[in-house]
């Protein structure tokens, strides 16, 4: 498994996710499924990812923002994902400070640790951002996908309007 930073920095989507994230097909791994719509991309957690797991993630979101110029994430945490470790937390917060998405949802309503966590890397980060990027937590799916709509909406309409 890689581990050194030039190790991750070199994983690469296969060839078959990149046409599925093309197509708009969902992709299911033993840790993750993802469902795409556009630029708003569903991960549902089942486990805890390794380092390199981490970072192929950050690959699939890097491609629908690629293919979109937008990145929308709704991010929800099972009872089984653990809490980010100091290595995954790094990785976390350096992604979305060069990449990062325009808004992000987190459901872990039973996950305090690992909802706490994030809320942690995401307040860091943000002191580093120039523009804010929106990011909240919600106890349901439902609340997250409304608010998250809403968000890209607003994005749409102020990219649409004449300056």
Known sequence: MPTSEPE????????????????????????????????????????SPSLPELVYIFRILEEVRRLHKRLYVISVAGPHVATPSADHRRWVAQWDRAQGADAIAIIAPHNLLFSTAMNLIFRAVALFRSQPRPSAFFSTEADARAWILSIRSEHEQRTASPK
Not at 16 to 45: K, P, S, Y
């Open 8 to 47: 991750l920095d070199a994983i690469r989507l296969t060839p078959q996710h990149r046409a599925m994230v093309h197509q708009g097909t969902r992709i299911e791994t033993e840790l993750f499924d993802f469902t795409f719509e556009r630029d708003l991309v569903t991960m549902r957690a089942k486990g």
